[in-house]
């Protein structure tokens, strides 16, 4: 499309209420109970009502305050740093969230994931996946107080996919704190399980910040006009349903798993125009970049999903998962810092949607030819030097240069 960053409201409008009637007509499908979860309207409506105006993450002088956005809104988005669970070895674990956490724009974290405990491989609903998770939230603990922000929030617990090693790691001494994030995920697409219920019981009655992850397929049931529909019914089931207090959605392009095509930008603008617009909801705007760290190309999609989140009205930057999310140890906080600086910058200059699109577009004859074949990158250990958890002088030019790019593009930066 020619208006990627749309600047037709009705357009907004029409989508949230083909989605309100789309989710009104098909409800949520639990895949335990092979049952349909239906609601009235009046059961949706007084759920919105009810809804918290803010969310506090983190505790002490980490505390971070959520709330919603509108479009085009000069109040800040909130900004989440995250590998998005890449995997990586026990012994880069503590270095690698460390290096999220030192970022000074970060207002929550999320970490890696352990495929190995102390030689034994971690496996889903075996005890090693409660083991592998106790030490996961301990690890990620541990590197937070070791950076100097023992109250940040951290989303945990990734290396947990179940809800008993979930549960395992509620403890504020050494793992979860009730300041924390905890994900209930919507199964794709309009779909959860009893395991999910389970979790947000558990989320709920020991007052955890509970959230809500959704990942439509753009190319699986729908386009993206209607892969957009059905986010945005989602964020309605995350609400009724998984009852979280944020949604965390990043509708992925099915073919290179990423959010940055031109189709996907799109739906990411379309998606947060008619929440912004129509609801009072806390949205999280997660990206996925098809290339791999250290390159141009990562720079420019990550630029790209940033500022379009932002302008859209996403109320958090939940930046960034790379290389498609496939490959171990291939994401840094570079992506996720440049997609939040960018964001950040044309919320504070007050751009607007047609400003934004016409950038967005300029971007994408820089990258979109490559979508298809993306370069690897760098693994974090070869971009990032891990004892001092620093990038290295060739990804802090590469860096600079792209955002004299984006400076000349129309962004301006603070410094």
């Given at each position: 499309?020619?208006?990627?960053?749309?600047?037709?409201?009705?357009?907004?409008?029409?989508?949230?209420?083909?989605?309100?009637?789309?989710?009104?007509?098909?409800?949520?499908?639990?895949?335990?109970?092979?049952?349909?979860?239906?609601?009235?309207?009046?059961?949706i409506r007084e759920a919105m009502s009810c809804l918290v105006e803010e969310v506090y993450v983190g505790e002490g002088k980490d505390r971070r305050r959520w709330a919603p956005r509108k479009v085009e809104d000069t109040k800040l988005p909130g900004c989440?740093?995250?590998?998005?669970?890449?995997?990586?070895?026990?012994?880069?674990?503590?270095?690698?969230?460390?290096?999220?956490?030192?970022?000074?724009?970060?207002?929550?974290?999320?970490?890696?994931?352990?495929?190995?405990?102390?030689?034994?491989?971690?496996?889903?609903?075996?005890?090693?996946?409660?083991?592998?998770?106790?030490?996961h939230a301990m690890l990620a603990r541990q590197a937070a107080r070791r950076a100097g922000r023992p109250g940040i929030a951290i989303t945990l617990t990734g290396t947990a996919l179940l809800a008993a090693a979930q549960i395992a790691t509620s403890n504020p001494e050494w793992g979860c704190k009730t300041t924390d994030i905890r994900w209930t995920p919507i199964l794709s697409e309009l779909k959860v399980g009893n395991d999910e219920l389970d979790k947000m019981i558990h989320f709920h009655q020991n007052g955890y910040v509970a959230g809500c992850l959704v990942g439509p397929i753009v190319g699986g049931y729908a386009g993206p006009e209607g892969t957009a529909i059905i986010a945005i019914a989602s964020h309605i089931q995350g609400l009724v349903v998984n009852q979280g207090y944020i949604t965390c959605n990043f509708p992925f392009e099915i073919k290179n798993f990423s959010t940055t095509t031109k189709e996907c930008l799109w739906t990411v603008s379309a998606i947060y125009q008619a929440l912004a617009r129509n609801t009072r909801f806390i949205t999280l705007s997660n990206g996925f970049a098809a290339a791999g760290p250290c390159t141009d190309m990562v720079l420019y999609e990550t630029a790209a999903h940033g500022i379009t989140s932002a302008v859209s009205g996403a109320s958090v930057l939940w930046e960034s998962a790379v290389a498609s999310n496939k490959y171990k140890e291939r994401a840094t906080p570079m992506e996720a810092r440049m997609a939040c600086e960018t964001g950040l910058a044309a919320v504070k200059t007050h751009l607007k949607r047609e400003d934004v699109n016409e950038i967005v577009k300029e971007l994408l004859k820089r990258y979109e030819h490559r979508i298809g074949s993306p370069p690897l990158g760098k693994t974090f250990r070869e971009c990032y030097d891990v004892e001092k958890k620093k990038p290295t002088q060739e990804y802090v030019e590469l860096y600079e240069r792209i955002k004299k790019e984006l400076q000349d593009l129309g962004i301006e930066y603070e410094y």
């Amino acid at each position: 499309p020619d208006q990627i960053v749309f600047s037709d409201d009705s357009l907004a409008d029409d989508l949230w209420k083909a989605a309100w009637d789309f989710y009104l007509s098909v409800g949520t499908y639990c895949t335990s109970t092979y049952r349909r979860i239906t609601f009235t309207e009046k059961e949706i409506r007084e759920a919105m009502s009810c809804l918290v105006e803010e969310v506090y993450v983190g505790e002490g002088k980490d505390r971070r305050r959520w709330a919603p956005r509108k479009v085009e809104d000069t109040k800040l988005p909130g900004c989440g740093f995250t590998p998005v669970g890449v995997r990586c070895d026990e012994d880069l674990f503590i270095p690698y969230v460390m290096a999220y956490v030192m970022e000074p724009l970060a207002d929550a974290v999320s970490t890696p994931v352990l495929e190995d405990i102390e030689g034994l491989e971690i496996k889903t609903g075996a005890p090693s996946e409660i083991r592998g998770a106790v030490v996961h939230a301990m690890l990620a603990r541990q590197a937070a107080r070791r950076a100097g922000r023992p109250g940040i929030a951290i989303t945990l617990t990734g290396t947990a996919l179940l809800a008993a090693a979930q549960i395992a790691t509620s403890n504020p001494e050494w793992g979860c704190k009730t300041t924390d994030i905890r994900w209930t995920p919507i199964l794709s697409e309009l779909k959860v399980g009893n395991d999910e219920l389970d979790k947000m019981i558990h989320f709920h009655q020991n007052g955890y910040v509970a959230g809500c992850l959704v990942g439509p397929i753009v190319g699986g049931y729908a386009g993206p006009e209607g892969t957009a529909i059905i986010a945005i019914a989602s964020h309605i089931q995350g609400l009724v349903v998984n009852q979280g207090y944020i949604t965390c959605n990043f509708p992925f392009e099915i073919k290179n798993f990423s959010t940055t095509t031109k189709e996907c930008l799109w739906t990411v603008s379309a998606i947060y125009q008619a929440l912004a617009r129509n609801t009072r909801f806390i949205t999280l705007s997660n990206g996925f970049a098809a290339a791999g760290p250290c390159t141009d190309m990562v720079l420019y999609e990550t630029a790209a999903h940033g500022i379009t989140s932002a302008v859209s009205g996403a109320s958090v930057l939940w930046e960034s998962a790379v290389a498609s999310n496939k490959y171990k140890e291939r994401a840094t906080p570079m992506e996720a810092r440049m997609a939040c600086e960018t964001g950040l910058a044309a919320v504070k200059t007050h751009l607007k949607r047609e400003d934004v699109n016409e950038i967005v577009k300029e971007l994408l004859k820089r990258y979109e030819h490559r979508i298809g074949s993306p370069p690897l990158g760098k693994t974090f250990r070869e971009c990032y030097d891990v004892e001092k958890k620093k990038p290295t002088q060739e990804y802090v030019e590469l860096y600079e240069r792209i955002k004299k790019e984006l400076q000349d593009l129309g962004i301006e930066y603070e410094y």
